[in-house]
């Protein structure tokens, strides 16, 4: 369950709305920061920056690892519902 879990977090980004949705929040941080008159912007975004990138080595495991062992009803539906409730955890209740 924890790989299924892990998929919002890399998995996620593989889904272009999704990566263009943490892109656009970065640019609205970056104008907000200007605004507050933070010195080094660039700093303050560099850990929003450096988790927007897809990890696609990262991404893919986790995908293959639920293809090859989530095989049946119970941990398909266990899978669903750690990835739904760790999506509701991060703040959104978008449904997949």
């Known amino acids: 369950m924890a790989i299924g879990s892990s998929l919002v977090g890399e998995g996620e980004k593989r889904i272009?709305?999704?990566?263009?949705?943490?892109?656009?929040?970065?640019?609205?941080?970056?104008?907000d920061y200007q605004a507050m008159g933070i010195k080094n912007v660039?700093?303050?975004?560099?850990?929003?920056?450096?988790?927007?990138?897809?990890?696609?080595?990262?991404?893919e495991?986790?995908?293959?690892?639920?293809?090859?062992?989530?095989?049946?009803p119970?941990?398909?539906a266990a899978t669903r519902k750690a990835f739904i409730m760790t999506r509701q955890g991060s703040g959104t209740n978008e449904r997949f």
């Open 16 to 31: 272009p709305e999704i990566r263009q949705r943490l892109l656009e929040e970065i640019e609205t941080l970056r104008e």
């Open 42 to 59: 660039e700093r303050a975004l560099a850990n929003r920056i450096e988790h927007a990138e897809i990890d696609v080595e990262h991404s």
């Open 61 to 72: 495991f986790g995908a293959n690892v639920v293809r090859d062992h989530v095989n049946s």
């Open 74 to 76: 119970d941990l398909q």
